[in-house]
């Protein structure tokens, strides 16, 4: 069983930047692709970013491509999205996936484990 815990969310100006982090346990962290989704008010979850077991393979939505950067840290069983050039519509709640695959998958039923989100929040 594999337990994620986000963190790192909060709110901040359009243009501005926010880091976030999931942190792992329980599992081999090593063994998982790891992904970032979003989900904000009234629209489904989506996929924002995903990354394979090594990290030598990262994935991101066209919406966010060029702006965020995901990376992971085997040692220390950590994934981080950097967040650059905010804008209003990254407004949602962030978060992070895990799943058995070697690279990572875009739709959100293919992870087995979720954590339980960390709100972002970009202001006008």
């Known amino acids: 069983q594999v337990q994620l815990v986000e963190s790192g969310g909060g709110v901040v100006q359009a243009g501005g930047s926010l880091s976030l982090s999931c942190a792992a346990s329980?599992?081999?962290?090593?063994?998982?692709?790891m992904a970032w989704f979003r989900q904000a008010p009234g629209k489904e979850r989506e996929f924002v970013a995903g990354?394979?077991?090594?990290?030598?393979?990262?994935f991101y939505a066209d919406s966010v491509r060029d702006r965020f950067t995901i990376s992971r840290d085997n040692a220390l069983n950590t994934v981080t999205l950097q967040m650059n050039s905010l804008k209003p519509e990254d407004t949602a709640i962030y978060y992070c996936g895990a799943n058995r695959f070697i690279v990572p998958h875009q739709t959100g039923g293919a992870y087995d484990y979720w954590g339980q989100g960390t709100q972002v929040t970009v202001s006008s």
């Open positions: 329980g599992g081999t962290f090593s063994q998982y692709s």
């Open positions: 990354i394979s077991w090594s990290g030598s393979n990262t």
